[in-house]
């Protein structure tokens, strides 16, 4: 594992800690998304600029990219020779996502822009809800394809916080 994709079914599905957790192990730089996405003040990038900078990265020898962002995705299939799936409970995800509203009140998380303040409301709560079941579908649609396309990519899918720990825990890794 050289390249490596962290992907989730939903915000709050633990991306940023897992990927983090996996770079230490591995001793390998992790770039999250969010940070190339967001400019301070949730201000969005160009998509020329969020395309080249994940062109860039996608480019290097060795890389641990964590973040979905699926109008991208392909920038990041073409080369990843792993994909981890986390896909945990939607009430997890909410769970986790008002505990970090609360944890980083009036900060910026680690894995986001300086000045990205985290928030929260109930449109975001909305859509992350009314959209799980049918992501969920469509990732699993989309590693049926990746597989075909691209057989060597290894698709790892994490279902819980026991096998989170015990796939970082793995000596072989």
């Known amino acids: 594992m050289k390249k490596i994709m962290v ?3 939903s915000a709050g599905v633990g991306k940023s800690t897992f990927a983090r957790k996996l770079g230490e192990k591995l001793q390998i730089n992790v ?3 969010d940070t190339l996405y967001w400019l301070p003040n949730w201000q969005a990038s160009s998509e020329e600029r969020f395309i080249h900078l994940q062109q860039d ?3 290097q020898p060795v890389w641990i990219i964590e973040g979905n962002y699926t ?3 392909s920038i990041r299939t073409a080369e990843a ?3 981890i799936y986390l896909e945990l409970l939607l009430l ?3 769970y986790r996502i008002v505990k970090r509203r609360i944890q980083f009140h009036k900060k910026s998380r680690p894995d986001m822009t300086n000045g990205c303040q985290e928030k929260i409301d109930w449109a975001f709560i909305k859509f992350v809800v009314s959209t799980y079941y049918r992501r969920k ?3 699993y649609e989309r590693f049926r394809t990746l597989k075909k396309e691209k057989p060597e990519l290894k698709v790892v899918i994490l ?3 026991g096998e989170m720990e015990a796939y970082l825990a793995n000596k072989s890794l």
């Open 92 to 94: 997890t995800c909410l």
């Open 57 to 59: 990265i996608a480019k």
């Open 81 to 83: 020779d792993t994909i």
């Open 7 to 9: 992907i989730g079914i």
């Open 31 to 33: 770039h999250h998304l």
């Open 159 to 161: 279902r819980n916080n």
């Open 137 to 139: 579908k469509k990732m």
């Open 71 to 73: 109008g991208t995705f």
